[in-house]
């Protein structure tokens, strides 16, 4: 935890490559992990820099993979996670993976297109059987009306003959998707102005269709007409609609001749359709053994060379220069990747790594472990530390889970967040393994120790808060008794317990009293005990948050801050909203029903909202009966002291800090007031934006802002100023959640 107290120490380092020796060595930084490049091109065009050609094969190289990923998961193969990732190939290796890549997708494409081709024409033979089969019927009752027509004519001359054969009906048959089945109705009416005798049969089961999969329903039907020029309409129609029309014979013989030797090529189409599908899936089980370390390999040969492109290179032509942040703990690493990249490609010359002095501010780096992992990103979420500042990550492992469960203490619904983060946390390993890409799922796994300390601190308030699924539980036993008969109870709907009768004086072993929940002032008791804690805790929140800046002023050397800046903020802080605290607790002691004075008893307890009011507006209420107005004697005057010290402080944090640096920039600037070594080093810069700090942990930032004008000073102090005070009253106030969120869930449960 001592690394996580605050960011890292960095350096800013330059970095010297042979080019035969970059990829290798790029490669054993981006497994050390501890090295942020600076881009030392930022003027050039991304298509233009050197090795954007080598960065375009990895994308064609990527492009492939996800092809071959795609069509493994179409197939349902399941793909194997690597235990351990690999290593960048190396670039004898990346050829060999180019051609290995492209052999691959160009034999699943073939596959594919075989597969596609093969498929299409089994529904098309599909199709021809269900049109033959389906439209037996239809082809037996036209013969026979044609038959009867040719009986009841009684044409025996030529020119009857002839007038026979120019009546005999025509069709066309095919298949049609089902939902488009009543629009091909109507529009074969409306060409044909009636004259289309159509005929058709849903097909019971589903096809499938060969380049997507899905399954498609589809109706058989037969076009009976007169006519080669309605023939032609009717065919245009059929070719709007997507039918798909097929021959068939008009005598019966030869229908079943053609349904034999359909379903003769259906087998042996059905036979080869089977074997490709094997050596598919073959190929692709193969493939899918491989695939996860090949995804990892095509990325990190992405990133060297897209690293590779930062670097510069020198007025030779015969090295490469890179700048980067390293962390000063991490350097030793560093050197020993150089070197082993350097071995690894067997260059003659070494790469070698210089530290060199800036007056930028380096970038701000936490250590983490999978533990602390979570609540950094929390914090991050929010804004991220200045250079070497304490870092509140450490606290808030502490601090969220807790007011969290100030919010929902609730013993059941902790106990169920408490498995769920649990169950996350012990099966982590194989949870991660499956790499799922939902983004809820991702969130609650990343939160997981998260989830699990909001869980039990949530346990804990539940105990502490007497609530299980908002019941209580009496496990110890109340402490409280009922002093009346039966007959008193018969007779009163409602009866009052008085402490001085009905309570042992002794507290409940832990939380609130179980008796409460018959109570019915229960629900006027727990808001204002729960007020009162998000008063107590929030207070005490903030004045932790801000005594944790004196750790920062000294650190950098900045002590005129604390004089200027800490002091009048913890006074103001503490004289008002800690004075609020110490009210609450002053009045649960001094204020009691067994109190034998009758302005200390619970009825004379001043409000210590009211109380507050009046002091910040100067104002006074009349106290009823033998009450008195104040907690205690000279409570007025010690307010009015405490209100007005408050006062003061804040002329001081707002023009303190910017007359001291005013002060210190002129004196700096005479020569002769530079004898001493008291005003050098003075940072003419704002709390919240430290400019630059050597790299010792413990020296002052060896840039300072004397040039910046004094306004701007002013105007940034004033900005921290009204929002300090403002906040103080704000945040304050925004810890009363804490009471209203519990409130909210205790209620809404049932």
């Known amino acids: 935890m001592g690394a996580m107290f605050r960011s890292e120490e960095m350096a800013l380092c330059q970095l010297f490559i042979q080019p035969e020796a970059a990829y290798t060595s790029v490669s054993e930084l981006g497994e050390a992990g501890s090295v942020q490049f600076r881009d030392l091109n930022p003027d050039v065009n991304a298509f233009q820099r050197k090795f954007v050609n080598e960065v375009r094969r990895c994308d064609e190289m990527e492009r492939k993979l996800r092809y071959i990923e795609a069509e493994v998961h179409k197939d349902g193969v399941h793909v194997p996670q690597v235990k351990e990732p690999p290593r960048a190939p190396n670039p004898r290796e990346i050829i060999d993976l180019e051609a290995h890549l492209e052999k691959t997708e160009n034999e699943i494409l073939e596959l594919s297109h075989n597969a596609v081709n093969l498929k299409q024409n089994y529904l098309e033979l599909t199709e021809l059987r269900h049109v033959l089969e389906k439209t037996e019927a239809f082809f037996l009752a036209q013969e026979e009306i044609g038959m009867d027509s040719l009986t009841k004519s009684l044409i025996s001359d030529e020119a009857g003959q002839q007038q026979a054969t120019r009546g005999r009906l025509g069709f066309v048959a095919g298949v049609v998707q089902r939902e488009r089945v009543?629009?091909?109705?109507?529009?074969?009416?409306r060409i044909s102005r009636g004259n289309v005798f159509l005929r058709r049969t849903d097909l019971d089961k589903p096809l499938e269709d060969p380049a997507t999969g899905n399954e498609i329903y589809k109706t058989v039907f037969v076009a009976f007409f007169q006519g080669e020029q309605l023939k032609s309409r009717i065919k245009k129609v059929c070719a709007g609609f997507h039918a798909s029309l097929y021959p068939c014979p008009p005598s019966n013989s030869e229908r079943q001749d053609m349904v034999k030797g359909v379903r003769t090529r259906l087998e042996d189409l059905n036979m080869v359709l089977n074997q490709t599908r094997?050596?598919?899936?073959?190929?692709?089980?193969?493939?899918?053994?491989e695939l996860a370390s090949w995804s990892i390999m095509v990325r990190k040969m992405k990133a060297i060379y897209h690293t590779l492109n930062l670097f510069n290179m020198d007025v030779t032509k015969k090295c490469l220069i890179g700048e980067c942040w390293v962390p000063t703990a991490d350097l030793p690493n560093v050197q020993k990747a150089l070197v082993d990249g350097s071995n690894a490609c067997g260059s003659s010359i070494p790469s070698f790594l210089n530290c060199i002095e800036t007056d930028e501010e380096p970038p701000t780096f936490n250590r983490t472990n999978k533990f602390t992992h979570g609540f950094q990103n929390l914090i991050d979420a929010y804004g991220v530390a200045s250079y070497r500042e304490c870092n509140p990550a450490l606290y808030t492992i502490i601090t969220?889970?807790?007011?969290?469960?100030?919010m929902f203490g609730d013993l059941g619904h902790g106990m169920i967040m408490a498995l769920f983060g649990g169950w996350m946390v012990v099966k982590e390993v194989s949870l991660a393994a499956k790499k799922s890409n939902n983004e809820i799922w991702n969130?609650?796994?990343?939160?997981?120790?998260?989830?699990?300390?909001?869980?039990?601190?949530?346990?804990?308030?539940?105990?502490?808060?007497?609530?299980?699924?908002s019941k209580s539980m009496n496990i110890f036993g109340s402490t409280w008794f009922v002093p009346y008969d039966n007959a008193t109870l018969t007779s009163n709907a409602a009866m009052t317990l008085d402490p001085k009768d009905a309570f042992i004086n002794v507290p409940y072993f832990i939380g609130i009293d179980p008796i409460w929940q018959t109570a019915d002032n229960k629900i006027i008791f727990l808001n204002s005990y729960k007020m009162k804690l998000s008063i107590i805790f929030g207070v005490i929140h903030m004045i932790f948050g801000v005594c944790m800046s004196v750790v920062n002023y000294n650190f950098f050397k900045r002590r005129y801050s604390i004089f200027l800046e800490f002091i009048p903020q913890i006074v103001f802080l503490c004289l008002l909203f800690l004075y609020m605290v110490f009210m609450m607790f002053y009045k649960w002691v001094a204020y009691s029903v067994f109190s034998e004075e009758e302005a200390f008893t619970q009825g004379c307890a001043p409000s210590v909202l009211i109380l507050f009011i009046n002091m910040m507006l100067y104002s006074s209420t009349t106290p009823e009966g033998g009450c008195k107005e104040f907690m205690f004697e000279s409570q007025g005057t010690i307010q009015t002291v405490f209100l007005l010290i408050a006062l003061c402080c804040i002329p001081i944090m707002l023009l303190g800090k910017p007359l001291y640096l005013l002060s210190a920039s002129k004196k700096s600037k005479h020569p002769e007031n530079s004898n001493g070594n008291v005003n050098q080093g003075i940072e003419m810069q704002d709390q919240t934006d430290i400019s630059e700090v050597e790299q010792k942990p413990q020296a002052a930032a060896s840039h300072s802002h004397e040039d910046e004008p004094f306004s701007e000073i002013m105007i940034h102090q004033a900005i921290h100023t009204i929002e300090y005070v403002l906040s103080t009253i704000s945040h304050t106030a925004s810890y009363l959640r804490l009471w209203a969120l519990s409130l909210a869930h205790a209620g809404n449960y049932f």
């Open 182 to 189: 009543p629009a091909f109705e109507r529009m074969l009416w």
């Open 278 to 289: 094997d050596h598919r899936q073959r190929v692709l089980v193969s493939v899918a053994k």
């Open 443 to 469: 969130i609650f796994f990343a939160g997981r120790y998260i989830i699990l300390l909001m869980g039990c601190f949530s346990m804990y308030t539940g105990l502490v808060y007497n609530d299980i699924f």
């Open 400 to 406: 969220f889970p807790f007011l969290f469960a100030v």
